[in-house]
């Protein structure tokens, strides 16, 4: 991509503004914690007061509208103690260039690294580093500075406390995360009936499970609705895929093919029901016409086989989760019928999730565990229960999903810093740029004739990101939201002339406005900022024409100035795509080899953990689609991975994850028949794919002559399981796919040492037979390897 359309592009990504869900309520209550702030700071201590208590605020309140599943109050205490002490230590060196520029590029330095813990933490870090730029201005002696700083703390509590005691939608985000899971799998269920292969983006089941980690206090308090149903859900998506793939399915056509259709569409609706249940907090209201479909006999007797036992699956799996969600104990749960069905829902070995009644939370309420194998059905086709004996090994019983105190959080955010220190590090890069530019925009705006040269730092600290995009597209939206929010809020005060208390009023406005609109874009935000913070410093006795040229003219500085920075020290993603391929190709590779060595031990024995290997490939996959998409903005050329090259690489990976997770779906019981010739092919894919792994980083093409020997030694012993062996061919299939891709080298046009026939002279003729020609067609395994 050209520099003049990534310009272009980051431009219009920064002055756009996008639809999402208001959150009104919560907003009211940011600005109304900050009208308390400042209220008590007039009364009390006069307006130098009231503005830096009112930052201490306004930052703790802009904290608990992050993208973290900790508790708010712990966000807004921390924020608003961190403003505190940088403001306190500040002030202490702001009297000397020097000592303070040390502290300034510390600070930021600190700031740059925190984005190694997370986006919340950096964000917070970065936050507070501008606003320190502005609040050590207004003290006028050390015990002044330490009351604004505890002020600022105060701040920070006051918005904590009315996050518990005004509650709005405490559990929402857990609430919110676990229902787009469901709902996501809802309509990869439709989409399957009409696409046997449809993609599914995983991110959400992610974020589920991420929302899923709670501390112990949360744990303590956490709905029963939000128990248990994330692991169902990922638990339910093998099972969709394995219904609906002919591969290890039923035909693309026929009695079956509708069957199926018709079960993908209820478990679509069933799921759909959960999903709102969970969101709202309410009942579920289950489709009768759905689980009358689950209910229907002729289940049995239509399918067969694999499809048959994923059809039984399916079934108790949405009861599970209809009875996770709350269900009404008279509510008919779906459960397919028909009575040669011994194991709907079979954990197993290597497949436990981390919320089986054997790992809850203590304290935690939950539905009464039942017995997984006992059919809903009528005494006519109930068969006896069957109770399996509880499996206490400790190789297949997890801790619960937990989430660190606020306490233990420091040192695991100091160890993720320190990994990030060493060359070719991009959150290293980014530090070093951002203290650079917050440095460099100092001494500017010091030596400028305006008198407030942190308003160039301040803006270059607040739009700086690790990544190219949104730093380019934040300081477009920052320097045109400052033009805005200047524009109407200095216009205001021409018009209303307001005294210390309606510029506060004025400024809580701003904020409130602030709240409600800041997850619609930066545009808007900034213009409600720049007026926010045009009210508050009139309140705090600046008047209003000193901060109009100079505000605008050092943001667009600042922003210049970070925008250069990143040109002149980037951290590109576009070459690092290989690595991040090389990656998920690793990781699915070793999540392949755990599912397939289960059907070689289904015992399970000392192999590695299927779900830990799935996970790992989740997050590789979305590691790769993340630096993909940052990669897509970049103004650089491609470096032997072209952006078609890319997209064919991730599309066969995606089919090699999918053939693992088909696998996966149909993994043998305990007491199943060993297949030895699983293990060769495990250990082979395993060896294959670490080569394969390093050949893509060193921009070779990866060779699957283990995996292909492997499988040829398998159909010389036979195949006592048709699924594994189906689905060992179609994985080396996804792996010859992933080479085509990675295989962009043009082959040289070659003439034989022979004359060429004529161009009007007929071709040779064939001089096989018939029989041995080869028909026409896209190329077999067997051709690509020749090739």
């Not at 093919?257 to 209820?266: H, K």
């Not at 999903?275 to 689980?291: E, N, Q, T």
Request: proline share 9%; charged share 20%.
């Amino acid at each position: 991509m050209s520099w003049f359309r990534a310009l272009k592009d980051t431009t219009r990504s920064g002055l756009s503004v996008e639809r999402q869900r208001l959150e009104p309520l919560v907003a009211l209550r940011g600005a109304a914690g900050l009208a308390i702030v400042i209220t008590v700071s007039l009364t009390f201590f006069g307006p130098a007061v009231a503005a830096s208590s009112a930052f201490g605020a306004f930052q703790a309140a802009i904290a608990t509208f992050q993208r973290s599943w900790r508790p708010r109050p712990e966000l807004a205490v921390a924020s608003g103690a961190s403003l505190g002490v940088s403001t306190f230590l500040g002030y202490l060196t702001g009297g000397h260039l020097v000592p303070f520029l040390a502290l300034l590029i510390l600070w930021t330095f600190l700031a740059g690294l925190s984005w190694a813990a997370g986006p919340t933490i950096g964000i917070i870090a970065s936050s507070n580093v501008a606003m320190m730029l502005v609040t050590i201005t207004l003290p006028t002696s050390v015990a002044a500075a330490a009351g604004h700083a505890a002020m600022m703390v105060f701040g920070g509590l006051v918005q904590a406390a009315l996050v518990i005691l005004f509650p709005v939608r405490r559990w929402g985000a857990h609430r919110d995360a676990l229902a787009d899971a469901l709902a996501a799998e809802a309509d990869y269920a439709r989409r399957l009936r009409h696409d046997p292969v449809a993609p599914f983006d995983g991110e959400p089941l992610m974020l589920a499970r991420n929302a899923a980690a709670l501390t112990p206090r949360q744990a303590r308090t956490r709905p029963a609705q939000l128990h248990g149903t994330r692991g169902l859900a990922e638990r339910i998506r093998p099972v969709l895929a394995s219904l609906a793939d002919p591969a290890v399915g039923v035909p693309d056509e026929g009695p079956e093919r509708e069957r199926v259709r018709e079960l993908l569409g209820a478990a679509g609706s069933i799921l759909d029901a959960a999903a709102r249940a969970i969101r709202h907090g309410a009942p579920v209201k289950v489709p009768p016409a759905a689980v009358a479909t689950f209910k229907t006999p002729d289940t049995g007797a239509i399918l067969s086989g694999p499809a048959k036992r994923a059809a039984a699956r399916l079934g108790s799996l949405l009861r599970d989760v209809l009875e996770t969600a709350g269900a009404h104990p008279d509510t008919q749960h779906p459960d397919t019928q028909h009575p040669d069905t011994q194991h709907p829902d079979t954990q197993h070995p290597g497949t436990q999730h981390p919320e089986t009644p054997e790992t809850q939370h203590p304290g935690t309420q939950h539905p009464e565990p039942r017995n997984e194998n006992a059919q809903l059905t009528s005494p006519a086709l109930t068969r006896p229960t069957v109770t399996r004996p509880t499996v206490t090994s400790p190789a297949l019983t997890r801790p619960a999903l937990t989430r660190p105190t606020l306490a233990r959080l420091l040192p695991i955010a100091a160890g993720a810093m320190r990994k990030e220190v060493h060359p070719g590090s991009p959150i290293l890069r980014h530090a070093i740029r951002v203290s650079a530019v917050a440095a460099v925009g100092y001494l500017i705006g010091t030596a400028l004739p305006f008198g407030h040269g942190y308003w160039a730092p301040m803006a270059a600290v607040m739009v700086m990101r690790p990544d190219f995009s949104q730093t380019y597209s934040r300081a477009v939206a920052r320097f045109a939201g400052t033009l805005i929010g200047v524009a109407l809020a200095t216009g205001l005060v021409q018009v209303a002339r307001p005294g210390t208390g309606l510029s506060a009023a004025l400024a809580v406005v701003c904020a409130g406005l602030m709240y409600l609109v800041m997850r619609t874009g930066q545009l808007a935000a900034q213009a409600c900022i720049a007026a926010y913070v045009v009210f508050l410093l009139g309140m705090a006795g600046e008047a209003w024409g000193q901060t109009v040229l100079e505000r605008v003219v050092l943001t667009l500085v600042g922003g210049l100035l970070a925008m250069l920075a990143y040109a002149l020290y980037p951290a590109w993603e576009t070459p690092r795509l290989r690595t991040w391929l090389a990656d998920w190709l690793l990781a699915l590779g070793r999540y392949g080899a755990a599912v397939i060595g289960r059907y070689a031990e289904p015992d399970g024995g000392n192999l590695p953990d299927v779900r830990e290997a799935l996970l790992a490939a989740r997050t590789a996959e979305l590691a790769w689609q993340e630096a993909a998409s940052r990669a897509r903005t970049e103004p650089v050329r491609h470096r032997g991975l072209s952006r078609a090259a890319a997209d064919d690489a991730e599309h066969a990976l995606q089919h090699i994850g999918r053939v693992e997770m088909l696998m996966e779906a149909h993994l043998p019981e305990r007491e199943a028949t060993p297949v030895p010739a699983a293990a060769r092919l495990a250990k082979a894919l395993s060896t294959a794919t670490e080569d394969g792994a390093r050949a893509v980083r060193e921009r070779r093409v990866p060779s699957w002559q283990a995996v292909r020997d492997a499988l040829a030694d398998w159909d010389g012993e036979g195949v006592p399981d048709r699924v594994v062996r189906r689905g060992a061919g179609l994985l080396l299939e996804a792996l010859e796919e992933l080479s085509d891709a990675l295989d962009t080298d043009v082959p040289p046009i070659t003439l034989k040492p022979d004359d060429p026939p004529a161009p009007d002279d007929p071709p040779a003729p064939d001089d096989r037979d018939l029989d041995d020609r080869k028909p026409e067609g896209p190329p077999g395994p067997e051709d690509r390897a020749a090739r």
